[in-house]
């Protein structure tokens, strides 16, 4: 009875103020929705809270700012602010922080710096809050910024303010900056926390220092998923391969996955169309529960449509419970570049009707399947609403999209007059989209003169591209002007400007295997050859005739004919009539565009064997089967 009567009178003040009382549990309600991932209601919970006379404190104030953080409700925050300033808690370091932090969620950094500036003594963990939310904000160099200030300021730096500045450095790609704060860490003796070494390795690797990262990461005493992913995600930047070579070496460790590094794998699959390990960890998602995750679900989508799987790529899009904007517009380009472009602007208007906005990318590959389908009049309508409908300016990527649909339409002088009305000054893209028109339609001296003016202005513009020269080659090949052919050929030796080699790809067994032109470096040459030789003789009983129009050089029909029979893309398909089992797609990637005569022959190939061959260029996918092509030979 002592110690009940002890305690009552310790808490005598909560009796007496029934508002005080009230105040712990409403704190607790408040913290706990403020906190949690649907931090909705909070603001409603407080004003019930305010109405009932109980006066908020430093406890009840930071739960209410994260709430008007996550929700973007900067004019309650700022109502909030002025309970806090009336009642003489603005001064707390809880609730300075948690204004910082509302403030550089709601994009008001100004206010936030403000905040830092006169409201209270200084204290780590406001400048923190600040620093991360800039950085997190996509603010960097604000960042970067504060972090010197706070460091003048001779305040504590501490292993929550170093990664968000690691990560700012990272960012901007501002290796100097990056060493500058290695060195500072070093002497401050914080390199062997853990996030503090997964932002080291992420700022060398995202500057393009993998090495310098590698070497930090073997140093790492605990490795742990979050150390993987930095490395991995980092080693995209150098080469997708290389993050695909660092995800067996990590499942090798006995590391385990989760989903933000599965996202990530996935996009590199996507980006080397490694499609078996992509269906393989397809599965792996949906055994574990990750395919539930949005950023899995979209690379998911990507990795099937750069496969050429597009029908996969859409039954994946269609379990997505909650899609983004990148979700849809993946499809979009994904059918876009699968020749399937009405699909395309199909899945756009459902984009639109589900309330999703487009963004920039999103209106590229849109105009893209426009004009690989040759929808001009749709092309032009949705390229005239991106400014006044959906504020966002063309770029050169657009314009660019645009002279392509019109040059392949034979409307050239429109193509130039969109380009002469553009805000901006063209870039290498939109005058090489504007001569490839004029190589799809030479039907006039007003595409031949167009031609040349433009080549003349990449050759200044982009003096070391090959792809211009090889251009105007491919239109003066066309006209049989071949002293003018071998003039561009000797402009380019004396510029010591060479051109890509061409090459195809195909996977079979778990194997990449990579064929150049009249390649005999692969083990199984002799059957390969003897396939193409087997190959050339059925389709020319079908009336294949070849194009020797898409030589390059003024030599005999019969060289010419001998040339093209052993290009990599139709040396990539014997192969895969040799290895791949009766009735399996035959995959084929390469690196330059098909010629006309290897996309004539392999229709023909897939008509002949009965079998579906999907090529992709640098251009588009194509899908050929029964002698047809999904492109409608219009690419």
């Not at 028109?437 to 003016?453: D, S």
């Not at 009766?582 to 190939?605: E, M, P, S, W």
Request: charged letters at 20%; glycine letters at 8%; aromatic letters at 8%.
């Amino acid at each position: 009875m002592l110690a009940f009567s002890l305690k009552v009178s310790h808490h005598s003040h909560l009796f007496r103020s029934p508002q005080l009382f009230l105040q712990v549990p409403f704190n607790a309600t408040i913290t706990a929705h403020a906190y949690s991932p649907e931090a909705t209601g909070v603001v409603d919970q407080f004003r019930r809270f305010l109405a009932n006379g109980v006066p908020p404190n430093q406890y009840t104030l930071p739960g209410v700012l994260a709430a008007c953080g996550a929700e973007g409700k900067r004019v309650v925050g700022l109502q909030v602010h002025a309970l806090a300033v009336r009642a003489g808690l603005d001064k707390n370091s809880f609730v300075r922080s948690a204004l910082v932090t509302m403030y550089s969620k709601c994009s008001d950094l100004a206010t936030a710096k403000h905040v830092l500036d006169f409201t209270g003594p200084d204290d780590s963990v406001s400048w923190n809050a600040l620093i991360v939310s800039c950085s997190r904000g996509g603010f960097y160099a604000d960042a970067l910024y504060l972090f010197v200030k706070m460091h003048h300021k001779a305040l504590p730096l501490d292993e929550f303010t170093y990664p968000s500045a690691l990560n700012s450095a990272a960012y901007l790609c501002r290796e100097d900056t990056g060493r500058a704060l290695h060195s500072l860490l070093l002497r401050s003796g914080f390199e062997g926390y853990a996030y503090v070494g997964n932002a080291l390795v992420d700022m060398y690797a995202k500057c393009g220092k993998l090495h310098a990262a590698r070497q930090l990461f073997d140093k790492m005493p605990h490795r742990d998923v979050v150390a993987w992913t930095s490395l991995l995600t980092s080693a995209r930047h150098v080469s997708d391969e290389a993050a695909l070579d660092l995800f067996l070496e990590m499942l090798a460790s006995g590391m385990d996955l989760d989903a933000f590094l599965m996202a990530g794998v996935l996009s590199s699959c996507a980006g080397v169309t490694v499609l078996e390990l992509g269906r393989q960890l397809h599965a792996t998602s949906v055994k574990r529960g990750f395919d539930s995750f949005l950023s899995v679900g979209n690379a998911l989508v990507s990795t099937y449509a750069k496969a050429g799987c597009i029908d996969d790529a859409r039954l994946v899009f269609d379990l997505i419970p909650s899609r983004d904007a990148i979700s849809w517009t993946a499809l979009i380009v994904g059918f876009a570049q699968n020749g399937r472009g009405p699909e395309s602007v199909r899945i756009y208007n459902d984009m639109i009707r589900a309330g999703s906005k487009p963004d920039y990318v999103t209106f590229i590959g849109l105009l893209f399947a426009c004009s690989h389908a040759g929808l001009v009049e749709v092309g032009r309508a949705h390229f005239e609403s991106m400014e006044p409908v959906h504020r966002i300016a063309p770029g050169p990527e657009h314009c660019a999209c645009m002279i392509d649909l019109l040059g392949r339409s034979g409307e050239l002088e429109e193509a130039v007059r969109l380009l002469n009305q553009m805000r901006f000054e063209p870039d290498a893209t939109v005058w090489k989209a504007l001569l490839s028109a004029c190589r799809v339609h030479l039907n006039g001296g007003f595409a031949l003169a167009l031609a040349e003016r433009t080549a003349g202005i990449l050759f200044n513009l982009a003096p070391n591209d090959a792809v211009p020269y090889v251009l105007l080659s491919n239109i003066y090949s066309k006209l049989r002007r071949w002293n003018d052919v071998a003039r561009i050929r000797a402009l380019m030796k004396a510029r010591g400007v060479s051109k890509e080699p061409g090459c195809s790809w195909i996977e079979a067994g778990g194997v990449v295997h990579v064929f150049h032109v009249d390649d005999h470096g692969h083990p199984r040459t002799a059957e390969i050859y003897a396939k193409v030789e087997e190959m050339m003789g059925k389709i020319r009983e079908t009336g294949y005739l070849v194009e020797t129009g898409n030589m390059l050089h003024d030599v005999g029909e019969d060289g010419k004919e001998i040339g093209l029979a052993y290009h990599s893309e139709k040396l990539a398909v014997a192969f895969g009539l040799v290895s791949l089992p009766r009735g399996a797609v035959i995959r084929v990637f390469k690196n330059l565009r098909v010629c006309g005569d290897c996309h004539t022959a392999l229709k023909l190939v897939a008509k002949v064997y009965g079998r579906r061959v999907v090529l992709r260029d640098a251009n588009c996918f194509h899908h050929m089967e029964e002698g047809a092509c999904s492109c409608g030979d219009y690419w």
